[in-house]
């Protein structure tokens, strides 16, 4: 059957209509969906203000993760990430600080 201008023509028209009920349908999808969420959102000002919860929080260990100890053992400065360690480190005598030391870098044994 040939294709005459009028035939392409009614084509095209009924291809540009079906396009629009298409995007007019999926808008409405959208809106609906859209609407939907909302509904069940809940917002930000309401759990700070209402129900008093925290935006975040801050563990104890990433509050100083770079603070630094240098101890001086055996006539070399190791630099420890631990408050505690080093304080015990210091109250230990420096005979057995030196043991401690020459255990764990200089493959010291009993």
């Known amino acids: 059957m040939p294709c005459t201008e009028a035939y392409r023509e009614h084509i095209m028209y009924t291809f540009n209509g079906f396009c629009k009920t298409i995007i007019r349908f999926a808008a409405l999808n959208a809106w609906r969906d859209r609407s939907r969420w909302q509904q069940k959102e809940i917002s930000l000002e309401y759990l700070t203000e209402e129900k008093f919860y925290p935006l975040g929080t801050t563990d104890e260990y990433f509050e100083a993760p770079y603070e630094e100890y240098p101890i001086t053992i055996c006539g070399q400065t190791i630099i420890l990430t631990n408050g505690k360690l080093a304080a015990a480190l210091l109250c230990l005598p420096e005979r057995n600080r030196e043991i401690i030391f020459?255990?764990?870098?200089?493959?010291?044994?009993q």
Do not use: E, Q
Request: hydrophobic share 40%; charged share 10%; no cysteine.
């Open 102 to 109: 020459l255990y764990f870098f200089g493959d010291y044994t």
